[in-house]
């Protein structure tokens, strides 16, 4: 069964460089990657019912690297089946999906083959028992997320969003490559069953982790990373739901998640990921709450829902191990993969993303209005749907956690996460329940008639949505809405597939913590859309949801950074050549000069002054030699 393993990677990125050679043939295109996703589900079923259950697979063949082992070797066990399986069906679903999104694109086989690609190196860092191909399947996730980002390249605005995205993941990569780097020459392999094994704490353990933290952030958009995520969704609405459901921003929680036995007794880098967990949940989910676009407000639920994983990675004791991470990695690869592709099935029909244009628009819709309902119900937590179970299992895993003290002095860290949690599932059921009243409720049935004050934000003219615009109809196909429609049953039934946790021994206290607080949130929607308003947003200024629509500045944050690293590199510039290089080129400058000087005095004719002096001075030598003797 271990050409199963190889295949889950071989298949997509053959499929991406075929699909790049196949120009605009459209139907080829077609063909192969819905063909390949098919055929990987296939395989992953295959492994999810019988993994290996080893880490020595071989894939290339090791490497040589003097006394640095690079063995270059697979895996296959429970955690990568699972994990491959949910990949796995989440391109298949948006494969199917974007044949009809993009029928129209002339870029379709371009963006079907970088899809595919992408799948690819996600797979190969699920796969993956190797540092080294752990770190190859990374980058290649981050090369091809800018493709997706900036696909209608005639747009300013993708380009932007696109390049925003490459720089500041790429920055953070830096840690990344560094802190594995550090790890593998700690154990003196890539191997990562020998890197796993060496758990005694050091510096370069901290290190190391500490970096894989930060690169974790950088892909996953923990703050201050994480303004480059909602600027994503100028990408097209698959490419959206591809980064953010079980690819990319997934990545970082799995990869932790594999390296969680290093990271339970290293009390450093495990408290620098539950701070930066803890803020960025509670932050995102606030700046969800307030925004004008339907996709920017999944986006930001996205950070808020990566920091839930994380957070729960970050304080589950290591009895528990990762499940509680992993269970809600696997949860909201569904029901946000669901939330995407239906709210680009909506935005075709309607022609825009903005709220303020989608209103009512849910109504009358059918499967896609239960699809939206499901999907929404799930990421607000309601049970018994696989977002609700997925949730609060990472709210027990915390409180477990907190309560042995595993993070930080006395588990404050640990506290802090279980504090954002509760204070981020009220925020999640709030703009949730909002989302779901905007979309549901006709504007003739709204209390107010006064207009929005936040602007609509159409789809660019090209974009499938824009056609709905332009008064043109694409009716969904089969094929379309039954890749939605299983998104759905996964959503409601996905919780079969979760492993079990034990070792939890609050789930009643934390479950009826939770159900409070999901009520709690979603009652504070509707009060607020009832009492006179719209949108229940409407009770914040209209200049903190305009701050708020623009991250509060975040973006300027990035601008500013870039021009002070710009006005350090000018400084260093102009010390290294007019200090630094100074004294070399004066010294040079000098010495050219005085052979110069040499050269002409060697060259000269003398003259007969100079000639008596050297003739008068032997004349004096000689008449001392002689009077001498």
Known sequence: MTWVVRLLVLLPALAGLAGLLAGRSHTAARALAVGTASAVVLLAIVQWVSPVGTADLDSTGALPAGELSLPLHLLSDDLAALVSLVVAVVVLAIQVFTVWYLRDDPRYARFAATVSLFAAGMLLVVQSADLVLVLVGWEVMGWCSWLLIGHDSERPAARRAAYKAFVVTRVADIGMVVGLVALAVRAGSTDLTTVLAATTPDAALTVGLVGVVVGVAGKSGLVPFHDWLPDAMEGPTPASALIHAATMVAAGSYLVARLLPLLAVDD?????????????????????????????????????????????????????????????????????????????????????????????????????????????????????????????????????????????????????????????????????????????????????????????????????????????????????????????????????????????????????????????????????????????????PTSTRERAVSGFGADAGYAAVGRAVTAVARVVVTLDRDVVDAYPRAAAVAVRQAGRLAERGHRAVPGRALLGVVVGIVAVALLGVTAWR
């Open 268 to 540: 450093a880098a495990r408290t620098v990921l539950a701070l930066l967990a803890a803020v960025t949940m509670v932050w995102a989910a606030l700046l969800a709450c307030a925004q004008a676009d339907l996709k920017r407000l999944l986006a930001y639920s996205t950070l808020s829902q990566v920091a839930i994983m994380l957070g729960a990675l970050a304080t589950t004791p290591a009895a528990i191990g990762p499940v509680a991470g992993v269970s809600h990695l696997v949860g909201h690869a569904f029901f946000k993969a669901l939330l995407f592709l239906g709210a680009g099935w909506l935005a075709a029909l309607l022609g825009a993303t903005a709220l303020t244009a989608l209103r009512g628009g849910l109504r009358g819709r059918g499967a896609l209005r239960w699809a939206m309902a499901i999907g929404l119900a799930s990421l607000a937590g309601v049970p018994p749907l696989v977002g609700f179970l997925t949730k609060d299992t990472a709210v027990d895993a915390a409180l477990e956690g907190a309560l042995d003290g595993v993070t930080g002095a006395g588990g404050a860290a640990a506290w802090l996460v279980v504090v954002a949690l509760l204070v981020t599932v009220a925020l999640t059921a709030f703009y949730c329940t909002r989302a779901w009243l905007l979309l549901d409720t006709p504007a003739a049935e709204q209390e107010s008639p006064a207009a929005d004050d936040l602007p609509p934000q159409p789809l660019a003219v090209g974009e499938p949505g824009a056609l709905a615009a332009h008064g043109e109809h694409r009716p969904i196909t089969l094929p379309t809405a039954l890749a939605v429609c299983v998104l759905a049953v996964l959503t409601v039934l996905g919780s079969l597939l979760l492993p079990r946790v034990d070792g939890i021994h609050l789930g009643v206290v934390s479950t009826l913590l939770s159900l409070a607080l999901v009520a709690l949130g979603g009652w504070a929607a509707f009060t607020a859309a009832r009492r006179g308003q719209r949108d229940a947003a409407e009770v914040l």
